[in-house]
């Protein structure tokens, strides 16, 4: 995976990057590799507002644009915020969303590009940001369209997509995925609560690291 050039990851929410992609994202880093996330929104509809709570309606967006920022310097990304509104990505057309992003890939000249996995991903705005992307990357003519690997999420995806094309072991990263989640204040703190007051609870890293210490893709395959 060290013979890339530049990577991108596309999702649509601050945070999708630290749980999703952050241990991927370090090793690229560590290996010289640069790599851009282009945030689709501000997350600013989300009902977590801080453990305790320090945020409301009105500072949501602002808090998150720098949580946001805070979590990208810590996983050396540079991020590029898309100004979607969020719980809305389902109701915009999908071939306008793939021609912003085309713009992006355009420019930068990705040999990866990382996103959700359409239909397996569990929130409306995941699906539809990950199906732009496919559409985005699959306009890109064969000799410069980037390999495009896919995250699903959904529980059953095992079973219905089968095993992962890419398997990726965190361990040796995550206390830098943890720093970059925890960079995420007003959502993290109420999962890492929740965690604690689980009764096979062992330790918040070491809960952490269960849950998340593999990030896994599959290989969009294109049938042209």
Known sequence: MYHHKHVVVIYPHPDDESFGVAGTA???????????????????????MGTPLFANRESLPEIRKKELK????????????????????????????????LTYLEDIKPTLVITHYPDYAVHPDHNAMGAAAVKAVGKMDNDVRPELWVQAITNDRHQTLGTPDVNIDT???????MEAIKAHR??????????????DFIGEYEEALKRLQFEEFYVWKFND
């Open 186 to 199: 007003s959502q993290a703190e109420g999962m890492l609560s929740r965690m604690r007051e689980s009764p």
């Open 26 to 48: 370090t090793k690229f880093h560590q290996n010289g590799i640069p790599v851009t996330y282009l945030c689709g929104t501000l997350g600013e509809m989300g009902r977590n």
């Open 70 to 101: 805070d979590a990208c310097n810590i996983l050396h990304m540079d991020v590029k915020m898309l100004g979607y509104r969020d719980k809305t990505l389902e109701f915009e057309s999908t071939d306008e969303i793939a021609a912003h992003l």
């Open 171 to 177: 361990e040796d990263v995550f206390p830098t995925k």
